[in-house]
């Protein structure tokens, strides 16, 4: 009988190897859903600098207006919504496998917001005269493509974070 006990007495006793604690799935939700909202602010500001171009060259000074005053706006949308993520970012590490992704991905945060507060200078509407307008067609389209560079980049630590740290996937529509 006591050789029974021994070897379970051992089992119970014995040292107990830490095992990595699967991430709080709140605390993943928090974060996919910060990230994602972020990411839908940003989808914004595409969207309207790809309207920005559309039949630029033919578009009114109004309506070039108009439109700069639309990516401006999203521009600072999007400097609050990354803001607010890096807020987040930077109260917790997700987990100590994404600690590297996370960190990057804070950094890539930090160059979005100043590429967009950049944006929201640029396009600035004001004065609101056909020679502003003409400046705006003319520099427009090289001023999107530095939005279009900096939001890959932020896509792209965002996308690595989002896989090293288990985030859920976003729920299909």
């Known amino acids: 009988m006591l050789a029974l006990w021994v070897p379970l ?21 928090r974060y996919a859903d910060a990230v994602y909202a972020t990411a839908d602010t940003l989808d ?9 171009r559309n039949d630029l060259k033919t578009a009114s000074p109004t309506l070039v207006l108009a439109r700069a005053t639309s990516v401006q706006n999203a521009c600072s949308s999007g400097v609050t919504a ?17 600690a590297p992704s996370q960190a990057k991905f804070r950094t890539a945060a930090e160059q979005t917001v100043a590429a967009l507060e950049r944006c929201v200078r640029n396009w600035q509407p004001l004065p609101r005269t056909d020679g502003r307008a003409d400046t705006l067609r003319a520099w427009g389209p090289y001023r999107v ?16 974070f989002a896989a090293a740290a288990g985030l859920p996937r976003r729920p299909v529509k």
């Open 82 to 98: 990354v803001r607010q993520l890096q807020g987040i970012l930077a109260a917790r590490t997700v987990t100590p496998k994404s």
């Open 44 to 52: 914004v500001l595409r969207g309207v600098t790809q309207a920005f």
């Open 145 to 160: 493509n530095e939005i279009e560079v900096a939001l890959r980049r932020f896509d792209l630590a965002r996308f690595t």
């Open 9 to 29: 007495w051992g089992a119970l006793v014995a040292p107990v190897a830490p095992s990595a604690q699967a991430p709080d799935s709140a605390l993943l939700r």
